[in-house]
């Protein structure tokens, strides 16, 4: 049974952003913005996303 996934796009700048949040984009796998990344959806990923939601967007796949 394949997992569920999902996209994550950078659409603003880590600039003027604390260190945490900059850690969680480093760890999400994005760095600048219209960065695209796919997924895992699972906990972790989202609790991740919760931490710097102002700064991406997410597409169900």
Known sequence: ???KTIKVIQV???I???KK???T???LGLGR???KV???DNACTRGQIRVVQHL???EEL
Do not use: F, Y
């Open 12 to 14: 603003r700048s880590i």
């Open 38 to 40: 796919e997924l895992k």
């Open 56 to 58: 991406v967007k997410v």
């Open 21 to 23: 949040q900059k850690d």
């Open 16 to 18: 003027g952003g604390t």
């Open 25 to 27: 984009i480093k760890a």
């Open 1 to 3: 049974m394949s997992e």
């Open 33 to 35: 913005p219209n960065h």
